[in-house]
């Protein structure tokens, strides 16, 4: 079966501080892509960053950058210079290029602090 | 704004009762899909539609139907409402189907069954 785990589900982190994001999938498909989503309060589902599973680069997007380890089936999200506007549920997700749905993580609550 | 759009925002109604959800996709989307979110569950998957046909079906229940019709939009129709039917609806629409393809995420529809 496919699945997503986030192991944290919340996290804190000084304004300013940099704050990694665990999270790992299950997959034995060869093609596919992995997905941050920022959940804010407002309950709208932002994308923050993508990775294509046949790009070997991490992805990149401003203050987001990712760890993406395929062997280890690990993809966390580091957030740098954390702001008061990054505080809300963050969301892993993944989506087999053979299929069309998005299956979720559990959702990490990111809090940051003054 | 993601370009996609939901209504109503707010749906309360009562056990047994049938609701329809509506959603506009981007212009020019030609997928359509539905996600639900609730406190016990986390984000599932539970349809697709292509250019008004089905094209994936994830852990929809059988009391849920959903369409797409010719102007795109599509419709997700509840009946025989139950309180663990409470959630937040998600609707995304996206311009292709397949895994390349980003989803937009609409601002959702609340529902509350008492």
């Known amino acids: 079966a496919q699945t997503v785990t986030q192991s944290q589900p919340e996290m804190s982190v000084q304004e300013a501080e940099t704050v990694t994001l665990s999270c790992t999938y299950d997959t034995s498909e060869s093609d596919y892509y992995l997905f941050w989503y920022k959940q804010p309060p407002s309950r709208q589902m932002i994308l923050v960053i993508r990775?294509?599973?046949?790009k070997q680069q991490n992805a990149t997007e401003n203050r987001f950058s990712v760890n993406f380890q395929k062997a280890a089936k690990s993809f966390s999200l580091k957030i740098s210079d954390s702001q008061l506007g990054d505080a809300a549920m963050y969301f892993c997700a993944y989506r087999p290029d053979s299929n069309y749905q998005l299956i979720w993580g559990a959702g990490t609550k990111l809090i940051i602090k003054p | 704004d993601s370009g996609v759009t939901q209504t109503p925002k707010h749906l309360i109604t009562a056990t047994g009762q049938r609701v329809t959800l509506r959603c506009s996709p981007r212009?020019?989307?030609?997928?359509v899909y539905w996600y639900q979110q609730s406190l016990d569950q986390g984000l599932q998957f539970l349809i697709q539609y292509y250019n008004g046909e089905e094209r994936a079906k994830g852990n929809i229940l059988e009391r849920f139907s959903a369409q797409q019709f010719p102007d795109l939009h599509s419709e997700l129709n509840l009946s025989s409402l139950e309180l663990g039917d409470s959630a937040l609806y998600f609707c995304?629409?996206?311009?292709?189907?397949?895994?390349?393809?980003?989803?937009?995420f609409g601002p959702g529809t609340r529902l509350t069954v008492l």
């Open positions: 212009s020019g989307d030609l997928s």
């Open positions: 990775q294509e599973a046949y």
């Open positions: 995304a629409s996206s311009a292709g189907t397949g895994g390349f393809y980003e989803q937009f």
